[in-house]
């Protein structure tokens, strides 16, 4: 709540108080203009919070408020004048009551823009409602108050000016049950709906008994009730600043239970306080019998439309109870045709199928996991090894609709692979897993991968690889060597034992290298009778296992009976000094093993000695 609200609340409640305990305490010749000055005050504090409200969230709505409140003051302004110079002229009253109407008016077109029209257009039996209410409300007021207005008015024009604000009045009346019973367009808070139907009611209320009680010689009750008016539109004001407070469900569920309750019986509640009011009154035998005619009708008519209504919703309750049974019996046999073809997919089904409960007990199986031996009491120790981790990552991930996982079950020689894959079942505590042994699988994909990243008569990794793991591995190191591997007299090896005897001795070759290397250093085949190496060296070391290199592939190789012999002619570049790239090390390195092959075989060469020579 807003501090000029409370403010506001608090300023209402301090008028009432001062209001109420003057008007008690005067005699009772000062009680009408200590009411209409009081009526003055009141809606003179009612027009300044209307306006800074205004000026602060200006809307349609609030300005609507705001004329209204205004019309009042101004024709309290006027009756406070013509009192304290004692003007009584009829034409002068008339004008005075004009300001009451446009409050009035004004009003009634305020509460007319809240309502849901589209929802009162739908509801035949509300309309009926509304039309008794008003009937009642039009009956009620002749007896109070029309019958009276010719015999206390002087003039045509001061009686059809009390008409129309007596009119107004069964308006408000009128509104008061629409408000409640159709809604509003907007839904509001029930905080701010009680405000407006507050409003309303003590407006219409205080209208209806001011002008019996005056009509009716009750002056001094009817002045007592002029301080009220303010209050009236304090609700309409405090309405509009509460209608965009959070809307409590709970709330709004218990005003349309009583609304459901209350609403279908208000006709006829009304219609027996009226004749019960016009029985005991002194009316006319004509107007009596009139008004039993009018409210009979009206209550024939009610019950005519709440017959044909009824007589709706049951054939449209009928038809959905048909429609409904005609659904469950397609969902029906549609749920076990899905049965049958679940049970036909569990059976058929070539992984392993395990149906388990909550607590890890394997309820059944497919056949292919009969066939596995998963239903058997004592499992495999793989088996058991497996089914722990599944059920660990179940109850890892409690409440996940699927879940999808690798398995690695360690085994003799290596590990077997599997994959599982979870259903869980809505609302019910078992579970269907599907296992799946992928080891033949992913090896399959290992080899696959690797024979794209290897030489295939070597083993060894292809130049591709060879580059993507130097690339990698260079950033991490302060130092290192390439040194590119090309060797001599490969091709009189290849012509004169055959492609056979040179492919073997390519695979000594290979070994050889390999047994040479250590930790991060990598060896790789370029192609023909090329290989390449990187060892995590300086230049000195790199020296002696140049050397080391040069003494293993000199000794001499023994194939198919035969002794063969080649020599090396390496090239080596040193990082950084010589590059950073895998790219510019091997070409420096591929420099200087040509430089050395041309120059003096059998031998090694540094790419840098080429610079300096």
């Not at 309750?261 to 019998?289: A, G, K």
């Not at 699988?441 to 008569?457: F, I, M, P, S, Y």
Request: aromatic share 14%; with cysteine; hydrophobic share 45%.
């Amino acid at each position: 709540m807003s501090k000029a609200f409370k403010r506001m609340t608090g300023g209402i409640v301090i008028y009432l108080i001062i209001s109420y305990t003057i008007l008690l305490l005067i005699p009772n010749a000062f009680v009408i203009p200590a009411a209409i000055f009081s009526s003055f005050v009141g809606s003179l504090l009612i027009t300044i919070a209307a306006i800074l409200f205004y000026r602060k969230t200006p809307s349609p709505e609030l300005k609507w408020i705001l004329i209204a409140v205004s019309a009042y003051f101004i024709g309290d302004l006027g009756g406070v004048v013509s009192g304290y110079f004692s003007l009584t002229s009829v034409n002068l009253n008339v004008l005075l009551d004009f300001p009451y109407t446009i409050h009035l008016l004004t009003i009634t077109i305020f509460l007319f823009r809240l309502l849901d029209i589209e929802h009162f257009r739908s509801q035949k039996l509300l309309i009926l409602d509304s039309l008794t209410l008003f009937t009642v409300a039009m009956i009620a007021s002749y007896l109070t108050i029309f019958k009276y207005i010719p015999e206390y008015t002087r003039t045509f024009a001061e009686q059809f000016s009390w008409d129309i604000y007596s009119f107004l009045t069964i308006l408000l009346t009128l509104f008061f049950f629409l408000l409640y019973a159709s809604g509003l367009k907007k839904p509001v808070s029930l905080f701010a709906f009680s405000f407006l139907m507050g409003g309303t009611f003590l407006l219409g209320m205080i209208n209806f008994l001011f002008y019996s009680f005056l009509l009716n010689d009750f002056t001094f009750y009817a002045m007592l009730l002029l301080p009220l008016y303010p209050l009236s539109s304090y609700f309409f004001i405090s309405f509009l600043v509460t209608r965009h407070l959070p809307i409590i469900a709970k709330q709004q569920l218990l005003l349309l239970r009583i609304e459901q309750i209350l609403r279908p019986s208000f006709s006829y509640v009304l219609l027996l306080l009226l004749i019960t009011y016009v029985t005991f009154s002194p009316v006319t035998t004509r107007f009596y019998f009139i008004t039993i005619a009018t409210t009979f009708l009206l209550f024939l008519t009610r019950q005519l439309f709440s017959y044909r209504e009824n007589v709706r919703l049951l054939r449209e309750t009928t038809s959905l109870q048909e429609n409904l049974e005609t659904i469950v019996s397609q969902k029906t046999e549609l749920l076990r045709l899905r049965e049958q073809e679940f049970k036909a997919l569990f059976l058929s089904y070539p992984q392993m199928v395990l149906e388990v409960n909550q607590a890890s007990h394997i309820l059944s199986g497919n056949p292919a996991a009969i066939r596995e031996g998963w239903m058997e009491k004592s499992l495999k120790d793989e088996q058991a090894r497996l089914f722990k981790q599944v059920m660990e990552a179940l109850h890892a991930n409690k409440g996940v609709p699927s879940l999808s996982k690798t398995f690695y079950i360690p085994h003799d020689e290596e590990d077997l692979i599997y994959t599982m894959t979870s259903i869980c079942i809505a609302d019910q505590e078992r579970v269907f897993i599907i296992l799946s042994d992928v080891t033949e699988d992913v090896r399959q994909e290992q080899w696959l991968e690797k024979l794209g990243n290897h030489d295939a008569l070597t083993r060894l990794p292809n130049r591709r690889f060879f580059e993507e793991q130097l690339q990698t591995l260079l950033p991490t190191l302060r130092h290192g060597s390439l040194l590119f591997v090309d060797l001599d007299g490969f091709k009189a090896i290849n012509d004169t034992y055959g492609h056979d005897a040179g492919d073997l001795l390519l695979q000594e070759t290979a070994d050889r290298l390999q047994q040479l290397i250590q930790g991060e250093e990598l060896v790789a085949r370029l192609g023909g009778d090329e290989f390449i190496l990187f060892t995590v060296r300086d230049e000195d070391e790199t020296t002696a296992f140049a050397s080391k290199l040069l003494a293993s592939l000199n000794e001499p190789f023994y194939i198919k009976d035969q002794t063969m012999s080649v020599t090396p002619s390496i090239g080596i570049s040193l990082y950084p000094s010589d590059g950073k790239s895998s790219n510019v090390l091997l070409i420096r390195a591929d420099e200087a093993m040509y430089h050395i092959k041309n120059t003096n075989k059998n031998n090694f060469q540094f790419a840098a000695q080429l610079k300096r020579n």
